[in-house]
Each structure stands twice: as C-alpha cells, then as structure tokens.
C-alpha cells in the first residue's frame, strides 16, 4: 500500500549516494542544480540550497497542491507568491516548514545528475537491491505486484471508504496516474481536451508526478527490509549516516508547520526522537488518506520498529497529538512506549 511519508526518507536515502560520489553538494544552490533560478520572490539574492530541501528549511510552503501531473513543468509553482514565507520573518536555512513540494524538487535535481526517470532511479539504487517489494510508480508493476497492492481506506460515514489505489487488479496506464495531494483528494493526470504527453517527458520537469514525499507502495515486510539494509554496514548504513545530521531544532530555531512537535530535531529527509541520556530513535512517520506509517532505528542497539496502521477515522480521539511523543497518534505512541521499553 501506499506508505505516506515514510517515502521522504526513502528519497533521501536514494539521493545520499549522489551526495557521496560529490556529484552533489548539500550547500549547492538549487539554482545552479536545476538550470533556472530558484529564489524567494523577495530575497533574490539568497540562495536556496539542497540542504534546506532536505531539512524543509526552504522557506517553501505547500498550499493545498504539490503534486502536478506528469506532462505539466513543477516550477511554475514557484511564482506564486504565496507558496513561500514570510522574508520579513524568516531566511532561508533558519525556519522549519513542512514542506512536501521540497521533495517534488528534490526528485527534480535527482533527475538531472541521473538522467533517470525518479521512479526508475529509486528502483534501480535502492529498492531491487534492498529487495523491496513495489516502488512509486503503479503502472510499472506486474500483474502479481497490482493483485497484491491494497488500497488505503479511511473510515468515513460509518464505512471504510478507499482513498487511493482502487485498481481492482488491473494494471493502470501511465496516463491514469493521478496527482497525489492528500488535503484536496486526487486529480487525474489524462485530460479528455489535451494530448498525453508523457511520452516527451523532460527529465527534471517534474519530480512531483510519482509523489516522491508519500508516494511509495511497499508492504510492512519492505519497511522491514530497508530497515534492516540501513543497519547493515555492508549495505547503506553509511547513507543514513550522511542524512542522521542535526539540521533545525527547535529549542533555537523559527518554525511554521513541525507537525505537532514531531520534528523537535530535524535531520536531512529525516528526524530525531529524544530517548533519555542523550540517546535518540532516528526515522520518519506518515499519515495520509487514512493510514499511519512509521521507521525508526535505535542504532545503538541494532534494532528497528515499523508499522503500517489503516483505515483511521480522522474523527478519531486516538488521533490526537500525545506526550511524551509529540506529533504521534496515541497508537503509535504505545508501539514506541513498547520498543523504548525492550532497548
């Protein structure tokens, strides 16, 4: 199923080994990345880094829609003013905002150091050679992968309604693909008054159309098996250990949106929760169209919880934000009380 934004952390993951080979920089401008200029509309002159993707250190806010189908350019999204915060509060690198249209761009740059599709790049570096299950792109699966793909339901009006993913074991067309904003429903991608144009696509155009912020489908066994690749030294342990880098905290640092207190240290394309003594769990949660997802590591220990919990009644009190795990609901506050409590 679609696992929300536990996917962040997988395109991070997938961008690390660019990071090791120097063929990017964490401190590059993003301008120089994707061959236009990118800058807040009024701070012209201050560049917008690879980092402050990462981070959601941009300055870049999301509005209701992030996600754009694959024929149209992301960038114009840009040029609207109100896709951006306040630069008479705030510089880029020093305030958090949750930002998922970071991750559009990220896939964007990705796409022009490759020259590879985003969907193919994930399942060519990281996905197959982990052997996880699945990948962004729904209408490159098998005829077993699709019978296997569950929708995401959310209950709604007394029933569990799917929100996404209601294939009924046939393989979608590129072209029915649609655009994935959780907080204004989907938008399909094929037009009945324009041509389908994903066939001219141009790389780095638009990282956004296969949802690299919340958009992989794996099972509960493929967050599994990234978990156990990235505590193997012999595997991508040292790419987590690039991304695992203090980047905004938020005892010293402006924030907008830290999605209830869960970012309380943010790492690149990840982020940290506080254990005693100075110890931590590092990962990233989702939630999106009903379901709730969840990777964390305590690398001490070499261990690792995961969870994939659907069908939530957005009406639901155990939605709530709890202590001492901010930003949780309160089920997956008790998995993490559970995990704590065997380390």
């Known amino acids: 199923m679609r696992i929300a934004s536990v996917s962040k952390l997988v395109t991070a993951l997938a961008l690390a080994p660019l990071l090791e080979s120097g063929q990017v920089s964490l401190q590059q401008d993003l301008s120089e990345l994707l061959g236009q200029p990118i800058r807040h509309p009024d701070l012209p002159h201050e560049p917008i880094r690879l980092s402050h993707l990462l981070s959601h250190t941009s300055l870049l806010a999301d509005s209701a829609r992030y996600s754009v189908p694959l024929q149209q350019p992301l960038l114009p999204l840009l040029r609207d003013s109100g896709r951006w915060l306040s630069a008479q509060q705030y510089r880029p690198g ?13 896939a964007c740059v990705m796409e022009r150091i490759t020259g590879v599709r985003f969907d193919q790049y994930l399942k060519q570096v990281l996905l197959e050679p982990l052997g996880i299950p699945g990948g962004f792109n729904v209408a490159a699966f098998s005829q077993a992968e699709i019978e296997q793909l569950a929708p995401v ?18 393989v979608p067309r590129l ?16 037009t009945a008054d324009g041509p389908w144009l994903g066939e001219s696509y141009v790389l780095g155009s638009n990282g956004s159309a296969f949802s690299p912020q919340g958009g992989l489908r794996t099972s509960l066994e493929g967050l599994a098996a990234l978990a ?61 169209y009903g379901l709730l997802s969840g990777l964390y590591l ?12 659907g069908g939530t009644n957005p009406q639901d009190p155990y939605l709530a ?8 609901s ?14």
């Open 330 to 343: 309160q089920w997956e506050a008790s998995l993490l009380k559970l995990f704590i409590e065997q380390l």
């Open 228 to 288: 156990l690749g990235i505590l193997d030294d012999a595997r991508i342990s040292r790419h987590a250990a690039l991304l695992d880098q203090p980047s905004w905290q938020a005892e010293n640092g402006q924030k907008e949106d830290d999605c209830d207190g869960l970012f309380s240290l943010a790492t690149l394309g990840s982020h940290r929760v506080a254990l005693p003594d100075d110890d931590y769990l590092w990962g990233h949660a989702g939630a999106a």
């Open 94 to 106: 020093t305030c958090f905002n949750y930002c998922n249209l970071n991750y559009g761009l990220l």
């Open 321 to 328: 934000n709890t202590r001492p795990h901010k930003g949780f």
């Open 153 to 170: 339901h959310q209950w709604q009006a007394g029933a569990w309604v799917p929100q996404i993913d209601l294939w009924q074991g046939r």
């Open 175 to 190: 072209e029915e693909l649609p655009s994935e904003n959780p907080d204004v429903g989907l938008t399909a991608t094929a």
């Open 298 to 309: 305590h690398r001490q220990s070499r261990s690792a919880l995961v969870w994939l919990i």
